[in-house]
């Protein structure tokens, strides 16, 4: 993607929380951004909203923790090249780490029909058909 060449991330922010930690937040809507250069922001301030800009095929926020240069996996607090079975102390605080618990999932549903149906009518299994029209969408939901 030619387009973002070295701007990967899209419109995002970095912020220096001292002592060499960042924390890099990417792929926000474009004109979203509420924080301006060299601002000073508070625990959970806005930062902006989630969204496609930059290399994403997909609305998301994608975040990056790093010390001294060096990524860090906030789950479990130690840097990424540790490697496997090397534990440590999750970043997040306690009642947000409950909250960021990873839930299984999986593929709901998947289908043929004339339109693609909304996550509610998956759920409520009005997506099926007994014929299809000559136009068919393919459809995943998960």
Do not use: N
Request: aromatic share 6%; net charge positive.
């Amino acid at each position: 993607m030619a387009r973002v060449k070295r701007r990967e991330c899209g419109k995002g922010v970095l912020i220096d929380h001292g002592g060499g930690w960042q924390t890099q937040y990417c792929h926000l809507r474009q004109g979203s951004l509420r924080v301006q250069k060299d601002e000073k922001v508070k625990r959970g301030q806005a930062l902006g909203t989630i969204g496609l800009s930059g290399k994403a095929e997909f609305p998301h926020l994608h975040l990056s923790v790093r010390c001294r240069g060096a990524v860090v996996d906030p789950f479990l607090g130690a840097r990424v090249k540790a490697g496997c079975g090397v534990t440590g102390r999750p970043l997040w605080q306690p009642a947000l780490l409950a909250e960021l618990a990873y839930r299984p999932s999986g593929v709901l549903a998947s289908g043929f029909g004339d339109q693609v149906p909304s996550l509610k009518q998956v759920i409520a299994g009005r997506h099926r058909h007994d014929r299809l029209d000559r136009t068919p969408a393919t459809w995943c939901s998960g």
